[in-house]
């Protein structure tokens, strides 16, 4: 690693004098803004690393397949969008009118999407979103968009109420961060719950700068319901996974929504995890998938040992299949690519992806589990690689 | 130059970037905008900070209060009357609000600046998950051409505001604040009233230009609306740019923006620290910002830049 | 509402209150004497939590020892940044008259170069790693090894600096300093030496607290904005400058913030926070410890 840094500031000293090489064959152009600088840098390469894999292995391949007729290799043109959706809405107009880039993939995050939608269906360029899931998106018009997502939180509602049904939950803890994608998923969670007569025995939302929880998890324990269900970000699950375990929350179901299923956390906890259930619907090698082995060893051979996001990595990654299947099938004729996605069924390393409008109509919510370290997908039970455990005692 | 020469180059060029909007690509009309909107917001921001001295860090709050306030009435109202709205309401509130934060000064009025911001971003988002919306789309929006036109405006109205501000009594009363507050206020200069005033405007202008902004940005977030980001941005804009009169922010967003499209380009990571080291050596070796300089410089006329 | 009594909140409140008053020492330090507004403060933290990673997952050193490392780190780029701008700063008349203002440009623009070179040397991701996780029991209250390390860690680092600044020499000259600056000059201080000690020492701090935030939360070169904010909230409370108020208020926002937290509803966390930031601002800009006169 320490030489890994010295090499890195050669490159980066490079960089400075260094001229683009031109390459000699004739490329397929496509664009994307990822967050390089500001608040969500650190989200971003969970997708542009799926972008950077991709565009390896189609060309290791050759290239993509263009409708039949030979192969020809992709050629990205990225920018930095600083975590700004108007910046990104920019971008794609760049990409499009300036660059003339062929076709565009997705930005990073929900807000980026509703920026880009507008200049896509203008220039009728088709996009295949990933990363961002909310109910308003399938406001968006149909036309050039679509969403791989299948965490839409009134879907992802439904199932877990399902599946706390399923273990004979009676009782829940809600905790909850105020920012909109967890607050959307508390909104159809609730009356999902009251349906289905699981008592809500403690309810708490909080900031996302929140620094101590410990206030919040005496007063969960005190109410002892079977099942806490966490909804929050990588930083406060971190709260939660330390302070749950100083104030001995001992629920046999626990549900941390995003965090578990990244790499670095779960170097943080190691066995702490054990039991953890977490938002995700995606195992590498699980049935029902296509090349999610192979995605799985090619991500960790390229990027050096670090384990892919189980949940953000997957669905990107799918997404830029969606594209490469289309164009397989049509060519680079932006409409055929458009109707190609409106009607094709898919295969990916998240299954089999067909529309229904605007978002995936066939990866069904869903939830994995972490179990001896490794991460299990435990829910829905058809896509199941494990069946959903008990949360044992903490680790230590 | 003489005056009226100067004018009517400045009206050419008005005329010349509302035409552009017929014709331009879109990529042009994006940096257009980009240009336009830090010109309003830099420009309003030298009506309070640059004559009277109070450095305002969190001048996001006018920006992402006036898209709040947009996004509340959108599509009750027809949208450039809620622009107008926005500034509006937020203008009156800052009349309110401004009467107690102003009593705060040097460093600490830094500070509350930039903490009031604060509170307001986290009361907003309260109020969304009260209100139980996560989201809120833009749908529907002007066209670009629209957009670009209506922050083309703002950017001229913001530009005559500070020229002729800076000019007036009222300017001249400002900037006494800056000299020296307690001097103005024995001689019998209205202080409290004057920075009540600045304080107002200087806030209405970014209110309309966080409305506009949403339509841009298709979604409005409290997260994104209030981010620091954007009182930096324009502080570090007028600072480079020279904050003492109005060409000042003109030149630094200008100087700003195509570097950044110049750079940002392939490196987007230099480019912020070109930024940062272009900001160090203004502050440390140009004080007086690109204008101040280029005047002293060229036209021989000193300016007064404490 | 038994739950307000549980030792185990006051635990929380304490680890909270301990690192508060940690971050703030540094940013206090810096303000005090020279009357610079550093809001580049979290990203040294940043720096600092770095070197605790790389220490540990490279060259196997736990951050109880890298911490001193990343002090060094951090002081060092006090010296350098002092050297090449702030001398510069508090030298010059012109810039002088508008020191706050120009400091918190300087600031800015440095604070955008360490994050970026950050991001460029060790890429955006975010990092973590275990250590001293196991639950450690004392009495009732059971804290992770490491949350208990940076209590007692930082609650004995931060005491020791505050007494050293209170009584050592060097913290007298420093005293006087944000005393009068113009008076400890004629009494012979050298007010360019003990300008540079405080930033390198200031900066020395934060790294150190960076490194003890490592162990519990994860890294990322964007890490650094909010710990700024909370440490211009703590300095603020204290009164601008004052080293024992700005413990004090740093204990004092730890114990608002767990058990204000508990009383209100967590929904208002942030609310309370910069509510009661703005509020003392605008009535008591001293600081709730301060004495009536403002630092300027």
């Given at each position: 690693m320490v030489k890994h840094l010295i090499i890195k500031t050669f490159v980066i000293l490079g960089m400075f004098g260094m001229a683009y090489s031109v390459q000699a064959a004739d490329p397929v152009k496509i664009g994307f803004s990822i967050p390089?600088?500001?608040?969500f840098a650190s989200a971003g390469p969970s997708q542009l690393n799926a972008y950077l894999l991709w565009q390896d292995l189609v060309n290791a391949k050759?290239?993509?397949?263009?409708g039949g007729k030979g192969r020809r290799k992709i050629e990205f043109v990225q920018y930095d969008d600083k975590s700004n959706p108007a910046q990104a809405a920019k971008i794609y107009e760049k990409l499009i009118t300036?660059?003339?880039?062929?076709l565009v993939v997705a930005p990073w995050g929900t807000p980026h999407h509703f920026a880009v939608a507008p200049v896509v269906e203008r220039h009728k360029f088709p996009l295949v979103g990933n990363t961002a899931a909310s109910?308003?998106?399938?406001?968006?018009?149909?036309?050039y968009l679509w969403f791989?997502?299948?965490?839409?939180p009134d879907n992802v509602a439904k199932a877990m109420t399902a599946m706390l049904k399923s273990r004979g939950v009676k009782s829940v803890a809600i905790l909850y961060n105020l920012l909109p994608f967890a607050s959307e998923n508390i909104q159809f969670l609730k009356p999902a719950l009251a349906k289905a007569g699981i008592k809500i025995h403690f309810e708490a939302k909080y900031p996302p700068?929140?620094?101590?929880?410990t206030g919040m998890l005496i007063k969960v324990k005190a109410k002892n319901p079977d099942a806490v269900l966490v909804h929050s970000y990588p930083g406060d699950s971190i709260l939660y996974m330390n302070q749950a375990r100083e104030v001995g929350i001992n629920a046999k179901t626990q549900y941390v929504m995003v965090?578990?299923?990244i790499g670095f956390f779960r170097g943080m906890f190691k066995s702490n995890l054990d039991g953890i259930i977490t938002m995700g619907s995606w195992a590498p090698g699980?049935?029902?998938?296509?090349?999610s082995q192979k995605f799985y060893t090619a991500y960790k051979k390229k990027f050096k040992g670090h384990e892919p996001d189980y949940l953000d990595t997957v669905e990107v990654y799918a997404s830029v299949q969606i594209l490469e299947q289309a164009i397989a099938k049509v060519g680079l004729n932006r409409e055929k690519i458009r109707n190609a996605i409106n009607t094709m069924t898919f295969k990916t390393i998240y299954g089999d992806v067909k529309f229904n409008g605007v978002q995936n109509g066939s990866t069904p919510s869903g939830f994995t589990q972490i179990q001896k370290g490794k991460i299990e997908v435990v829910w829905p039970k058809s896509r199941a690689t494990a069946p959903v455990a008990d949360k044992g005692a903490w680790a230590n | 130059m003489k005056n009226s020469l100067k004018l009517v180059l400045a009206v050419v060029l008005c005329v010349f970037l509302a035409g552009v909007a017929g014709f331009a690509d879109e990529y042009i009309l994006g940096i257009g905008f980009t240009i336009f909107m830090y010109i309003a917001l830099a420009q309003s921001w030298v009506v309070l900070s640059g004559l009277t001295?109070?450095?305002?860090?969190?001048?996001v709050v006018f920006f992402g209060s006036g898209a709040y306030v947009f996004i509340l009435i959108w599509g009750l109202v027809p949208v450039w009357l809620g622009v107008f709205c926005s500034g509006i309401v937020v203008g009156l509130v800052s009349l309110i609000v401004g009467y107690p934060v102003l009593r705060v000064r040097g460093p600490y009025f830094v500070i509350l600046s930039f903490g009031l911001a604060e509170l307001v971003k986290n009361l907003v988002l309260i109020n969304e998950a009260r209100m139980y919306v996560s989201m809120r789309p833009v749908f529907g929006a002007p066209a670009l051409y629209q957009l670009y036109t209506a922050m083309l405006l703002l950017a001229i109205i913001a530009t005559g505001l500070t020229y002729w501000i800076r000019r007036s009594r009222f300017g001249a009363g400002l900037r006494s604040i800056r000299e020296d507050e307690e001097a103005a206020e024995t001689i019998g200069v209205p202080v409290a009233k004057l920075k009540l005033l600045a304080f107002a405007i200087s806030g209405v202008i970014p209110a309309m230009v966080g409305a506009i902004f949403i339509m841009r940005s298709g979604i409005f977030q409290s997260g994104d609306a209030f981010t620091p980001i954007v009182s930096f941005t324009m502080v570090t804009m007028a600072i480079i740019g020279g904050s003492?009169?109005?060409p000042g922010p003109f030149l630094g967003v200008v100087f700003l923006v195509l570097l950044q499209e110049l750079l940002w380009v392939n490196w987007p990571e230099v480019y912020m620290i070109i930024l940062g080291i272009l900001l160090l050596g203004f502050v440390l070796f140009?004080?007086?910002g690109i204008y101040g300089w280029l005047s002293e410089k060229y036209f021989g006329n000193k300016k007064n830049v404490t | 509402m038994d739950s307000l009594l549980s030792p185990q909140l006051l635990a929380a409140a304490m680890i909270t209150g301990v690192l508060y008053a940690l971050i703030s020492l540094g940013l206090n330090l810096v303000y005090g004497t020279m009357r610079l507004l550093n809001v580049a403060h979290g990203d040294l933290v940043m720096i600092g939590a770095y070197v605790a990673f790389i220490a540990f997952s490279?060259?196997?050193?736990?951050p109880l020892v890298s911490m001193f490392g990343a002090a060094l780190i951090c002081g060092f780029l006090g010296w350098l940044s002092y050297k090449c701008v702030f001398q510069r700063l508090l030298s010059n008349g012109q810039l002088l008259s508008r020191l706050e203002e120009n400091s918190l440009l300087l600031f800015f623009a440095l604070s955008v170069i360490i994050q970026n070179l950050a991001i460029l040397f060790f890429s955006a991701d975010r990092r973590g790693y275990e250590y001293l996780s196991a639950i450690v029991e004392i009495g009732d209250v059971r804290l992770t090894g490491a949350r208990l390390t940076v209590l007692i860690v930082g609650a004995v680092i931060s005491a020791a600096v505050v007494f050293f600044l209170r009584f050592s020499l060097f913290g007298l000259a420093m005293n006087a300093l944000i005393q009068n600056r113009d008076a400890s000059a004629i009494v012979g201080i050298n007010v360019d030496r003990v300008q540079m000690s405080s930033l390198i020492f200031g900066f020395g701090i934060t790294g150190l607290a960076g490194a003890l935030i490592s162990m519990m939360e994860p890294i990322s070169p964007v890490m650094g904005f909010p710990y700024t904010m909370s440490a211009f909230v703590i300095i603020i409370l204290g009164g601008l400058g004052n080293l024992w108020g700005g413990f004090l208020a740093g204990l004092l926002l730890g114990v608002l913030e767990v058990y204000g937290v508990a009383l209100t509803g967590p929904e208002w966390r942030s609310v309370l926070v910069y509510g009661i930031f703005v509020l003392i601002l605008i009535f008591r800009p001293q600081g709730l410890l301060g004495s009536g006169k403002t630092a300027r």
């Open positions: 390089k600088t500001g608040m050759g290239g993509l397949d263009i300036n660059d003339k880039v062929d109910v308003a998106l399938r406001k968006v018009k149909p036309g791989t997502s299948s965490m839409m700068d929140i620094k101590d929880m965090g578990p299923a699980m049935k029902g998938t296509t090349g | 001295g109070y450095i305002s860090l969190g001048h003492d009169d109005a140009i004080p007086n | 490279l060259l196997n050193i736990g």
